[in-house]
């Protein structure tokens, strides 16, 4: 098990440091807590998003499962769950006892190091009784001119960070996302099953693909 912090990661390049590592990717099956925080410019008004992302990942079953926990400044809590199922080509969305159904294109990406990153050095979190090494990378996203800034962890390739600043849908944002309690494995499968109340596809949904900051973010290391 990895339990980390949620910080702002300032990185150098640490003296005697290892030269750039390979790219690396991570676990196939992993669980963790990310705590999100977003400011966000709006036509002239500015406003935040703070919370934490429940997340079930498992590349072995190509199928992710998300559950927000968000407060906005405008709309107040956000709560809801996303499972998104590429081998049977299915996203749930469920809020509180309502749930649709959309049709999820493409195939599941493993989370990877892309080889666009540019690497931008080698630095530890130290405490009294251990230390952990992390590499972070760079790299400019497209189309939306996103920059990022992200870190893993020397030994397993675990997600430590992330930062993302860039302009969507008018809207200017940054985001700094931090991840703890990060174990191996799915501990409870059933998170990726729907509940009976999303029989029906829809063609168009607001949450159709998931797209927006926060999905981005997610795909960080797809390449």
Not at 39 to 51: I, P
Not at 58 to 85: C, E, F, P
Request: some cysteine.
């Amino acid at each position: 098990m990895y339990t980390g912090v949620v910080i702002v990661l300032v990185v150098g390049v640490a003296l005697g440091a290892p030269p750039a590592p390979a790219p690396c990717c991570a676990p196939d099956q992993l669980e963790c807590v990310l705590g999100l925080t977003t400011g966000y410019m709006h036509e002239g008004k500015g406003g935040s998003q703070t919370g934490i992302i429940l997340l079930s990942y498992d590349y072995k079953g190509s199928r992710m499962q998300y559950s927000y926990h968000l407060t906005d400044t405008y709309v107040g809590a956000i709560n809801y769950d996303v499972i998104q199922d590429y081998k049977n080509g299915n996203q749930y969305v469920i809020r509180g006892k309502t749930c649709t159904r959309t049709v999820l294109t493409g195939e599941m990406k493993q989370d990877c190091v892309p080889a666009t990153a540019t690497y931008v050095g080698y630095s530890t979190l130290t405490s009294a009784t251990s230390k952990i090494g992390f590499n972070s990378y760079t790299f400019m996203a497209m189309p939306n001119q996103t920059n990022v800034v992200f870190s893993v962890t020397e030994d397993g390739c675990y997600p430590l960070s992330v930062q993302a600043q860039g302009t969507a849908n008018n809207t200017s944002y940054f985001t700094t996302m931090g991840y703890v309690n990060v174990t191996l494995g799915i501990k409870d499968p059933s998170v990726f099953i729907p509940p009976k109340s999303c029989p029906q596809v829809k063609a168009k949904d607001p949450f159709h693909q998931f797209s927006g900051g926060v999905r981005y973010i997610m795909d960080k290391y797809r390449k």
